[in-house]
């Protein structure tokens, strides 16, 4: 099995800063993609970022500019780095990652528990 735990959520004013960690563990082969999702109250979930085995990277447009998202390969874990934060990306903010736990086979698709990002003055 495969376990995703995210850690750094919390509060901030609008215009400051979080850095959201989340640590995969268990029988992971290979990584193809981590994504960092968000889910708001009375909204549907939605990709924030998102960072591909290579290293390549997508943003929601409402994030571009201001979250960036990076793997440490060796701990195994993906950051998601947000500046300039504003009341509108309060959400629960949750890590998935698509995971082959042998070579062979397809991979599984995992989630972690959320994180809860309230940016409030």
């Known amino acids: 099995q495969v376990q995703l735990v995210e850690s750094g959520g919390g509060l901030v004013q609008p215009g400051g800063s979080l850095r959201l960690s989340c640590v995969a563990s268990g029988s992971i082969f290979n990584i193809d ?21 290579g290293g390549s990277t997508d943003y929601a447009a409402s994030v571009k500019g201001r979250f960036t998202i990076s793997r440490d390969y060796a701990k195994n874990t993906v950051y998601l780095q947000m500046n ?38």
Do not use: F, H, M
């Open 33 to 53: 993609v981590v994504g960092w999702y968000r889910q708001a109250p009375g909204k549907e979930r939605e990709l924030a970022a998102r960072i591909i085995r």
């Open 84 to 121: 300039s934060l504003k009341p509108e990306d309060t959400a629960v903010y949750y890590c998935n990652a698509r995971v082959w736990t042998t070579s062979r086979g397809s991979p599984n698709d995992y989630w972690g528990q959320g994180t809860q990002v309230t940016v409030s003055s």
